[in-house]
């Protein structure tokens, strides 16, 4: 099994910024790809952006690219997400989640571990 802890949200104005944090604990992985989504009140689980642990190759949504960052620090078994210039529509519960195959995808249902997710809030 693999435990997944996000940490990192909070409350932010619009243009800031905050980094989340997903430390990986449990079945030791090397090769997984990693994810974050996000999901705001009455909507789907959206997908924001993947890495795949060996190699660094990235993969993210239109709506982040260039605001966010994905990035890892296999060492600590952390995965981060960078989030800058925050908009008021980023507002949403983040979800950390991993999958054992190395493929990057943005379907929330290829991923077999998910964490218990963080809320971000961006205030207009």
């Known amino acids: 099994q693999v435990q997944l802890v996000e940490s990192g949200g909070g409350l932010v104005q619009a243009g800031g910024s905050l980094r989340l944090s997903c430390a990986a604990s449990?079945?030791?992985?090397?090769?997984?790809?990693m994810g974050w989504f996000r999901q705001a009140p009455g909507k789907e689980r959206e997908f924001v952006a993947a890495i795949r642990r060996t190699g660094g190759s990235t993969l993210y949504a239109d709506s982040v690219k260039g605001r966010f960052a994905i990035s890892e620090d296999n060492a600590k078994n952390t995965v981060y997400l960078q989030m800058n210039s925050l908009k008021p529509e980023d507002t949403a519960v983040y979800y950390c989640?991993?999958?054992?195959?190395?493929?990057?995808?943005?379907?929330?249902?290829?991923?077999?571990?998910w964490g218990q997710g963080t809320q971000v809030t961006v205030s207009s």
């Open positions: 989640a991993a999958r054992d195959g190395v493929i990057l995808t943005t379907m929330s249902y290829r991923y077999d571990y």
């Open positions: 449990g079945r030791t992985f090397s090769r997984n790809a």
